[in-house]
């Protein structure tokens, strides 16, 4: 048994981290050697068990499903509870596994610091370097269809991974990220990395892992392993039906994909009416806001999860300090408003000096949110507002 960490996890509070469940090594179960691969921490648990019930609902008896959890927090008793949800099906398997010895010296020695959950998925196709094919799938998407389906993609000689392009990115090529930013050949294939097929024999046959790691010396990425993702692969793609990561309505992101072209539009209109996989990829998330669209089928596996009182504690948190966010954001609006009235000279000077996406209104904006933040972090990480909820 792996001896077991003290972990400081807050201040004047203590937590043992038991990894006794933890593979030692990774090795496919079944005889296909392909996987379902969720990079997870431990704050993502809870809305994890619901993506997994979704995929749970939609296994088909043909198929076995080895899934592999990577990850370096998740303790002994939470592994359990995880265990006992896949514990009536046979054919599904589910493990844990802490990558972070194999990418350690690469996060010490880079350039550029992002999360180590960012490290472990560049690092997939030699953590699962037995396998043949891995599906990578974020903590915060819906099953609709039988996901094994993805595992089965046909890939050529020259195509590393196989994913949807990611419609938020186009829009926002067209409103604050420069077309040229990853200097791509084809920026308008760029991809969504949370639902991602990877050719794991195709990947090591042509790169090593120190030249994948290497690109956190050479690159400030937005996105992270996202934008390296594209960059390393890109024109050698291969494109799944857009339905397989389909965001829904009510999200920001919607505001992005409506800068797409009409044909664009028009597609993810259709998709919205049968998602293989909905992606709640911007905010808010079904769990802080449950009228965000698919919200309702959502909830319906949160209310089978173990952690759904955990759940429901968390969104009243979020909800109380967004109130609070709120009176604030109040107040200066308030004394904004007298100061430049609308309609007045004023205010047109304002806008005038501060035009919509101009660069000295980013500017404006950040000094903004060093004060007034959104109370949902995720927001706050994907579109670079501070983060100052303590």
Known sequence: MEKKKITKIKKNKWEITDKSLYEKELKPVFKNKCAIAFVLSDQYIPYFTVTLLSILDYISDEYEYDIVLLTSEIDLYDCQILLNLVKDYPNVS??????????????????????????????????????????????????????YELLNVDFLEKEYIAGVVDLGYLGRLKMDIPLGELNLINPMGYVNADVLVFDLSNIRRDFSIDYVMNLWQKYKFRCAEQDAFNVLFDTKIKYLDSRWNVYPIRMASVEHIMQNEEKKIKEWEQNLKNPFIVHYAAFPKPWDYPLVGEGNHWWEYARQSPYYEEIIRKMCLLSIRGEINTRKNFNLRIIAEKIFPENSERREVLRSWFPKYSKQREFLKKIYYCFFTNPNPEWNKKFGKSVNNK
């Open 94 to 147: 589910l493990r844990f596994f802490d990558p972070k010895p194999l990418v350690k010296e690469y996060m010490e020695r880079s350039r550029y610091k992002y999360l180590y959950l960012n490290y472990f998925k560049l690092a997939i196709p030699w953590i699962f370097k037995e396998y043949k094919i891995v599906l990578n799938l974020g903590a915060d998407v819906l099953a609709r269809k039988d996901v």
